[in-house]
């Protein structure tokens, strides 16, 4: 299931594909074991960190997350974001979409914020959660923060 990526495209030898497989189960804390389960065999994190893997699985340059914690439980919401922000800090560039408001401060370059389909806002993580420009902004800051 992890290696269908590079599989489909042929994009490495069975070998490679093992070793690059067992490489990225170990950065998200999985057992080798892990290779052989089938998708109902997983936690609801270890689905989300597999599915992480599974596009890591190809090199992108960019990863892109919609609600990447939405209905896990805390402990695997922390597992989830603790990846994530470690994608992060090794310099993979990451475009979230996310409720996590600390930690989208935490992690952000920039911070663009949406109210119903339209940019109302966008800066560096200071200048949005420090100085907002916006009134639905600070409405918004100030119910979350």
Known sequence: IIAE???VWNALG?????ERVLELLEMVELKESAMYKYPHQFSGGQKQRIAIIRAMMMEPEIL?????????????????????????DNGMTIMIVT?????????????????????????????????PKTPRVKEFLEKVL
């Open 64 to 88: 892109l997350f919609d609600e990447p914690t939405s209905a896990l439980d805390p402990e695997s919401i922390g597992d989830v974001l603790s990846l994530i922000k470690e994608l992060a």
């Open 14 to 18: 069975k070998k490679e594909t093992d």
């Open 99 to 131: 409720h996590e408001i600390g930690f989208a401060r935490e992690i952000a370059s920039r911070i663009i914020f949406i109210d119903k389909g339209k940019i109302i806002e966008e800066g560096t993580p200071n200048e949005f959660f420090n100085h």
């Open 5 to 7: 990526p590079l599989e």
